[in-house]
């Protein structure tokens, strides 16, 4: 088999042929086409049709790119169950189990579909990394407060990834978002929509920025929106253990 698989401006029939390619040999599957978007689940959303990158990978994580900005315009975590459906147009439909999403992305031009048959073992190894401050925290939880427990780490919610998940000793849910350098105004506005987020269904959540520092304008949003901090610096030294999660929901 050949590390890639590629066709530009392919038929329907091509696009299915390569899709279910890439499922049965968890290939990387990346199409470049002009498409429409429906999602539907915990809410609903339309997205037009435009031009965009479209990548799924052997694990069911499912991404939709637009030109601009680095975060997925929609997406589905891992464990998602990927098929091709050829209607009037090809449909890529993702599929949730628990809680029930669906993804369907309409195909009206497919300019290129590939399918990377990709081997990668080796697992990225930081120090003072982001990484690095997840399991210092899960180590001893004690650096955020005490009778802090972490349970979940980069726990996917609705919009985004959650850093550390956990419960405060009073039962509440503690969202914290993680910064190694200087936190600013950015970070407080991410940690504030996660927040939000998880307020949609859980009564008392708290939001901690950990970070070495603060910007003063992120202070002072901090103030205002009723958020928290935590001076943390990430670690330095290689932290072999990781911090074992625990089932929150």
């Known amino acids: 088999?050949?590390?890639?698989?590629?066709?530009?401006?392919?038929?329907?029939?091509?696009?299915?042929?390569?899709?279910?390619?890439?499922?049965?040999?968890?290939?990387?599957?990346?199409?470049?086409?002009?498409?429409?978007?429906?999602?539907?689940?915990?809410?609903?959303?339309?997205?037009?049709?435009?031009?965009?990158?479209?990548?799924?990978?052997?694990?069911?994580?499912?991404?939709?790119?637009?030109?601009?900005?680095?975060?997925?315009?929609?997406?589905?975590?891992?464990?998602?169950?990927?098929?091709?459906?050829?209607?009037?147009?090809?449909?890529?439909?993702?599929?949730?189990?628990?809680?029930?999403?669906?993804?369907?992305?309409?195909?009206?031009?497919?300019?290129?579909?590939?399918?990377?048959?990709?081997?990668?073992?080796?697992?990225?190894?930081?120090?003072?990394?982001?990484?690095?401050?997840?399991?210092?925290?899960?180590?001893n939880p004690e650096v955020i407060e005490f009778g802090f427990k972490p349970l979940y780490r980069e726990k996917p919610i609705k919009h985004g990834i959650v850093d550390v998940l956990g419960v405060d000793r009073e039962g509440n849910i503690v969202v914290l978002e993680l910064k190694r350098r200087r936190a600013d105004l950015h970070a407080v506005s991410q940690l504030k929509r996660y927040v939000e987020t998880l307020r949609e269904e859980h009564e008392n959540v708290r939001g901690i920025l950990v970070a070495p520092s603060l910007t003063s304008g992120a202070k002072k949003l901090l103030e205002k929106e009723g958020l928290e901090f935590r001076k943390l610096e990430p670690p330095k030294r290689d932290r072999k253990s990781r911090g074992k999660q625990l089932k929150l929901f």
């Open 1 to 139: 088999m050949p590390k890639v698989e590629l066709r530009e401006n392919p038929s329907p029939e091509e696009i299915k042929l390569l899709v279910d390619s890439a499922v049965s040999s968890e290939g990387i599957l990346t199409i470049f086409a002009r498409c429409r978007v429906h999602y539907d689940g915990r809410a609903k959303s339309e997205l037009g049709p435009g031009d965009r990158v479209i990548i799924v990978k052997p694990d069911g994580s499912f991404l939709i790119h637009q030109k601009e900005k680095r975060e997925p315009v929609n997406w589905q975590p891992p464990g998602s169950v990927v098929r091709l459906e050829l209607r009037e147009k090809p449909v890529l439909v993702s599929v949730r189990r628990k809680p029930r999403e669906t993804l369907e992305v309409e195909l009206e031009e497919v300019y290129l579909i590939t399918v990377f048959h990709a081997e990668d073992y080796e697992e990225l190894a930081l120090t003072g990394s982001e990484a690095e401050m997840a399991e210092l925290i899960f180590e």
